[in-house]
């Protein structure tokens, strides 16, 4: 069971930016891949960026050249540096682990508020 724990969100002004953090409670070698999803209001959860232990990456259209996402194997840690961020980036923005790849776990944090507005 792994578990991942949020943090980072808050609010910020269009054109700010937010840096998001998920730790992991175990060495996120262990994890094949590890992602950002987000959920707006009335909206399905849906994929905002991955990154694989094999070190791919891939990002939704909405937010390519905008967000990065990043691991600090050292820390367990997996961010989300978001920039240039617009209202309709507003969500809670969740964790995902994804443990094998034929037949795959996942796990899931509480996941962190992000609310862009002037």
Request: one cysteine or more.
């Amino acid at each position: 069971q792994v578990q991942l724990v949020e943090s980072g969100g808050g609010l910020v002004q269009p054109g700010g930016s937010l840096r998001l953090s998920c730790a992991a409670s175990e060495s996120i070698f262990s994890i094949n891949a590890m992602a950002w999803y987000r959920q707006a209001p009335g909206k399905e959860r849906a994929l905002v960026a991955r990154t694989t232990s094999g070190g791919s990456t891939n990002y939704a259209d909405s937010v390519k050249g905008r967000f990065t996402i990043s691991r600090d194997n050292a820390k367990n840690t997996v961010y989300l540096q978001m920039n240039s961020l617009k209202p309709e980036d507003t969500a809670v923005y969740y964790c995902n682990a994804q443990k094998g790849w034929y037949k795959p776990d996942y796990y899931w944090g509480q996941g962190t508020q992000v609310t862009v507005s002037s």
